[in-house]
Each structure stands twice: as structure tokens, then as C-alpha cells.
């Protein structure tokens, strides 16, 4: 069975959908598709954090890391002054992204990437609803390379639900970086790391 955290998504079969989102006096359109998060609505814990997320005046570059069909990179590009790049393991998001990029109007840099993989470029800021179905070997030293690329004082932002291992991640991080909860909504805890240098 395909994971929308697997590379391709060619057996499986086409059904896309269309789903609207109201943000900051904006109305995106986002084709979505089977093989892909949330592909039937825009998950709540994404909701929560583009709400409580606060970019300073200075970031200048982000990356929406597993974008999907590329919900944070596509939002934050058409409402902030950023420069965006959006990457996933997934064929069929990747090409889901660049179809919202282009429904959208909003120009972004989307790359097809396994995590951090041959990638060396460094950013201000890093934004993920991380796949927690991975299992922690992997998700740990995801988190781990994110922190290693940003830029000094950059901030990575993510969101994760109580039950699904927030507060262990929250211990993890907080040994990489200056970490703190920004909000907590309906179990899910969204959290800010920024790295000292």
C-alpha cells in the first residue's frame, strides 16, 4: 500500500479534488489527490499552525519541507515577502504543488527531495507538519537536518499532536536548539525552534 511519505505514487489511481482556502483577506485553490495528505480537506493541524505562525521582518527565505500539494509554501509566498522552496518525497505531490504554485500565481522554487538529501542550500525559515508516521529513526534526524540548515537565528516551525509524540519531539528539539511551544489548539502543539548560531 502507497504512503503519501513514499517516492511514487504511479499505481495508484487518479481521483483529484479541489478545496478552497480563506487566509489573510486571500482565497487559494489547491488540487489534491489520492496518495497525498489530507487529500479530502485542509487538516487541522495545518490550519493551526499558518495561525499561530509569526515570521520576523528580516526572514527572507523559506522552506515548506514535505510540502504536499503544497498548502505552507504556497500560502506564505502569496502573503509574506519570501523567498519560497518547497520540497517532497512525493511524485504526485510535487506535481500537485506545482499546479497549485501556477492556480495560485505565486512563483516558488518546488523540488522533488528525500528529506535534506544532496541539498546544501540554507534558509530563515523552515515550516512542516512533519510525517509522524515515519517512526522516530526517521523524523528525529529529519528534525536534526532541518536545524542544520538554517541560517543563524533562523526558526524552524512545526506541528505535531500531543498523542502523536509532541512532547518527546519537544525534548528532542530542545537539546538542538532554543525551542518553545507557541500554542497549544485541540491537542496539537505547535512549536518554534530557533537556532543560535
Same mark, same amino acid.
Given at each position: 500500500?502507497?504512503?503519501?511519505?513514499?517516492?511514487?505514487?504511479?499505481?495508484?489511481?487518479?481521483?483529484?479534488?479541489?478545496?478552497?482556502?480563506?487566509?489573510?483577506?486571500?482565497?487559494?485553490?489547491?488540487?489534491?489527490?489520492?496518495?497525498?495528505?489530507?487529500?479530502?480537506?485542509?487538516? @487541522?493541524?495545518?490550519?493551526?499552525?499558518?495561525?499561530?505562525?509569526?515570521?520576523?521582518?528580516?526572514?527572507?527565505? +523559506?522552506?515548506?519541507? %514535505?510540502? %504536499?500539494? %503544497?498548502?505552507?509554501?504556497?500560502? +506564505?509566498?502569496?502573503?509574506? @515577502?519570501?523567498?519560497?522552496?518547497?520540497?517532497?518525497?512525493?511524485?504526485?505531490?510535487?506535481?500537485?504543488?506545482?499546479?497549485?504554485?501556477?492556480?495560485?500565481?505565486?512563483?516558488?522554487?518546488?523540488?522533488?527531495?528525500?528529506?535534506?538529501?544532496?541539498?546544501?542550500?540554507?534558509?530563515?525559515?523552515?515550516?512542516?507538519?512533519?510525517?509522524?508516521?515515519?517512526?522516530?529513526?526517521?523524523?528525529?534526524?529529519?528534525?536534526?537536518?532541518?536545524?542544520?540548515?538554517?541560517?543563524?537565528?533562523?526558526?524552524?516551525? +512545526?506541528?505535531?499532536?500531543?498523542?502523536?509524540?509532541?512532547?518527546?519531539?519537544?525534548?528532542?528539539?530542545?537539546? +538542538?536548539?532554543?525551542?518553545?511551544?507557541?500554542?497549544?489548539?485541540?491537542?496539537?502543539?505547535?512549536?518554534?525552534?530557533?537556532?543560535?548560531?
Amino acid at each position: 500500500m502507497a504512503h503519501y511519505f513514499d517516492s511514487s505514487q504511479k499505481d495508484l489511481k487518479s481521483n483529484t479534488k479541489i478545496l478552497t482556502f480563506d487566509f489573510q483577506n486571500h482565497t487559494f485553490t489547491f488540487t489534491t489527490d489520492h496518495g497525498v495528505f489530507s487529500k479530502g480537506k485542509i487538516d @487541522t493541524a495545518s490550519q493551526i499552525l499558518l495561525k499561530n505562525i509569526t515570521i520576523d521582518s528580516t526572514a527572507r527565505t +523559506l522552506l515548506d519541507l %514535505g510540502c %504536499g500539494y %503544497g498548502l505552507f509554501g504556497i500560502v +506564505l509566498a502569496k502573503t509574506q @515577502t519570501l523567498d519560497v522552496t518547497m520540497t517532497d518525497i512525493n511524485e504526485r505531490a510535487v506535481a500537485l504543488a506545482h499546479l497549485n504554485a501556477k492556480a495560485n500565481a505565486v512563483s516558488v522554487d518546488i523540488k522533488q527531495n528525500d528529506g535534506f538529501e544532496n541539498f546544501e542550500k540554507r534558509f530563515d525559515l523552515i515550516v512542516s507538519n512533519p510525517p509522524i508516521r515515519i517512526g522516530k529513526k526517521k523524523l528525529y534526524p529529519l528534525f536534526k537536518h532541518a536545524i542544520d540548515h538554517l541560517n543563524p537565528m533562523g526558526e524552524l516551525w +512545526l506541528v505535531m499532536h500531543k498523542k502523536h509524540g509532541a512532547l518527546s519531539a519537544l525534548k528532542y528539539l530542545s537539546e +538542538l536548539s532554543d525551542t518553545h511551544v507557541v500554542a497549544k489548539d485541540k491537542g496539537f502543539h505547535v512549536i518554534m525552534c530557533k537556532k543560535s548560531h
